[in-house]
């Protein structure tokens, strides 16, 4: 496991102050503070979105010194992540999802707040956290690839909810089941403990930022034809349904 150098967060914020004293400091933190980010940057739990997360966190490293995995760590200028801010690789350590949430108490400036997992002014439940997505690349994946495997599913701390194994009938001995892994991304929480598990050389199942992955239904779409539309169509004036003339249609061969 990877040692904590509490001499890492000094030696930035030693590098903003020399920065400032030569003048250009404000010219530098701002470099810093715009500087290209990286995408698949993971932030602590009980983060906001990207854009929330910048603009309030202050840079300070108390989650970092805070967390006792030493999951976390504050940014560097050279490594493509907004300078002195938090984030974590689950592929070298994970979060390990502490019940007290350490890191976001730690938090000075609301940058991490515990009311983003407390359901209804309940208590803090780390389950609630949202720092990434699980993401099977199912190319690679040996389970997919008809390979036993189960290291995902059995490093998961949400077992049978974040991730389960879904029975398919092997198409490769077309006798046996593959047990395949497959992400809820309403229950993950993006800890990464199924990326640092994976056997694959390079992982095969990866997390990624929330909002880099997942898409959004929007409020115009309707998801299927439910019970009852029908007839709320007629009430509403429109004199026949248009699924009856669809199904006329394709029924009279009209295609
Ligand atoms: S929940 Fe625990 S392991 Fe995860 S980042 Fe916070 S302090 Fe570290
Ligand atoms: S404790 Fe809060 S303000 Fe300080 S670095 Fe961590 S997230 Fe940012
Ligand atoms: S990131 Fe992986 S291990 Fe963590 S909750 Fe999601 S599926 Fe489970």
Redesign the pocket.
Known sequence: MEKFNPERRKTILKWVSSAGALGVGAMVWSVCLKGANKADALRPPCAGSESEFLSSCIRCGLCVEACPYLTLKLATPSNGISAGTPYFE?RKI??Y?CKDIPCAKACPSGALDLKRVSKEGGEPNINEAK????VIDTTHCIAYGGIQCDA?YR?????GK??YLEFRHSTFTNEHSELLPM??AE?????????R?CVTAKPT?R?LPREKVLGSVGEHYIRSWKEGDESRILENGVSSSPRKDALDYLNDGGF
Do not use: D, Q, S
């Not at 720092?131 to 699980?134: I, R």
């Not at 229950?187 to 990326?195: A, H, I, K, N, Q």
């Open positions: 689950p994970p979060c999802m720092m990434g997505v699980a995902c490093a998961c701390p949400l077992i974040a991730i992400v809820n229950v993950c929480t993006g800890c990464g403990m199924c990326e598990a199942i997390v």
